[in-house]
C-alpha cells in the first residue's frame, strides 16, 4: 500500500484514476480546485484537498503528508483558452506543475507521474504514428507550457534525482469527460446525439485523432508507477480515426443519426495526430485493451445515462 496524491483526481481521467488505486488498496488524496472537475466525481474513500495547485501551503502539507507518489493531472486542458490567454495557461501548467514539484522534492516523494500531451506538443507532422523521438513544434501555449513542464521535470531528476515519468496522452475518451477539454470531441458529439441536437465540424471532416478510451489511459498510469523510465511515454492506439469514422461508430452506438452542419475550418487546427505507442510496450509492457467500438459503445451508454 502506497500513499499517493492525484492532483486532478476530480477531472474525468484522474478520478477514474483515482478509483483504480483505491480498487488495488492504496491510500489516496485527490487535491483539486474544481475549476472543471467535479465533487461527485470525487471517490468517498479518498482524502480531498479542495486547493489549487497554486496554494502556497503545498509544500507545508505534502511534508506532513510524507505521498510516496505524485500523479500530476490537474491543468489548465482547453486549448483555445491557451491562445486567448497564454499568462494564465502558463500560471497554471508551468508555475503550479513547478510549485508540485518543490513541495514533491522537498517532501521525499519518490516518484511524481504527469499527464502530458502527444498531439499537442508535436504539431503537425509527416511522421505518423509519430514517435517520441520527433521534433516538437506544439502549434498553442498549452502545447509550449506541458513540453516546459516536462523539462523542468528531468531537470529535478537530474539535479535533485526525483524520478519520474512523462505519459503523452493521444486523445483520451470515456464516461466523465469534460466538454471543454483538449479532446472533447467525442464528449460534445455523443452529448448532442443523446439530446437529438446538431453537431457543427470545422473543415472537411477529414482530420483525424487517435482516441484511446480512459480505462487503458489508467492502466498505464498505473504500471508507470513502478517502472524506471525518466523519459517522454506516448499512450495512443497508433490507429488514425477522421470525424465521419468517429460519428458513424457513435450513430451505431446509438443507433440513430446525429445531424451535422459544415463550418469553415479553424484556424491552427491540426490535420493529423496519430501517434506511436512503441515505446508504452517496450518499457511499460502496455498496449490498449479497448478497442474504439467498444470504447464508444461505453461511453455512449454513459452519456444517454446521463441525461436522463
Ligand atoms: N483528455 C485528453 O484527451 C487529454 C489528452 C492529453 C493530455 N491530457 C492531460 O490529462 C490531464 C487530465 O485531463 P482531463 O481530460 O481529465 O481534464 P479535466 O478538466 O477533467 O481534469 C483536470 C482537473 O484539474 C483540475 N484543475 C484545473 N486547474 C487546477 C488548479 N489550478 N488547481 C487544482 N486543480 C485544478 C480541474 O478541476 C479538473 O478536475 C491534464 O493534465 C491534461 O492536460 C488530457
Redesign the pocket.
Known sequence: MSKILV?????????TLVDALLANGHAVTV????????RDYINQAADFWE????DESLTERFLESKFDFVY??????DVRISVEDPVFDNR??VL?GLNILEASRKSGVKKVI???????IYGDTDIIPTPETAPTYPLSP?GIN?LTLEKHLNYYYQVYGLNYSVL??????GP???K?????VIAIFTEALANNKSCLIYGDGKQTRDYVYVDDVVSALIKAMTVEAQQEINISTANEVDIWEMISMIEKAAQKKLEVKLAPTRAGEQKRSCLSNSRAQEILGWQPQINFTEGIARTYKWVAEQVK
Do not use: P
Open positions: 492532483t486532478g483526481g476530480a477531472g474525468f481521467i484522474g478520478s487535491l483539486d480546485n474544481l475549476v472543471s472537475g467535479r486547493l489549487d495547485i497554486l500530476h493531472l490537474a491543468a489548465q486542458i497554471i501548467n503550479g504527469m499527464a502530458s500531451t502527444g498531439g499537442a498549452y506541458k503523452r496522452f493521444s486523445n483520451v475518451y466523465r469527460q469534460y471543454g477539454g483538449e479532446a472533447g
